[in-house]
């Protein structure tokens, strides 16, 4: 069984940047790919980004194309969101999530594994 923990999360204001991490707990070659995923309030959750674990390709979401960047470290078995120039809509749990398929993608079905979130609040 996967565990991954997410960390990072907290208040910050508008404009302000935030880097999330997900540290899994085991070793990076049992699963191919990581994902984030936020929930805003009252809404459903929806894809962020992804990246597979060899070679680093990645997959964002348009939303977030240009603010958001994913990274891993496979060393430390741990990927990274940095957010920049936050906006009171980026208010979410965001999830982490691991794939063991090769595909990088947005659908849920493509996750073997989640993380319990962390909370990340924009004030304006």
């Known amino acids: 069984q996967v565990q991954l923990v997410e960390s990072g999360g907290g208040l910050v204001q508008a404009g302000g940047s935030l880097r999330l991490s997900c540290a899994a707990s085991e070793r990076a070659f049992s699963t191919l790919t990581r994902g984030w995923f936020r929930q805003p309030p009252g809404k459903e959750r929806e894809f962020v980004a992804a990246i597979k674990l060899s070679g680093g390709a990645t997959y964002y979401a348009n939303s977030v194309k240009g603010r958001f960047t994913i990274s891993r470290d496979n060393a430390q078995n741990t990927v990274y969101l940095q957010i920049n120039s936050l906006k009171p809509e980026d208010t979410a749990v965001y999830y982490c999530?691991?794939?063991?398929?090769?595909?990088?993608?947005?659908?849920?079905?493509?996750?073997?594994?989640w993380g319990r979130g962390t909370q990340v609040t924009v004030s304006s």
């Open positions: 999530a691991a794939g063991k398929a090769p595909l990088l993608g947005g659908r849920d079905s493509l996750y073997d594994y």
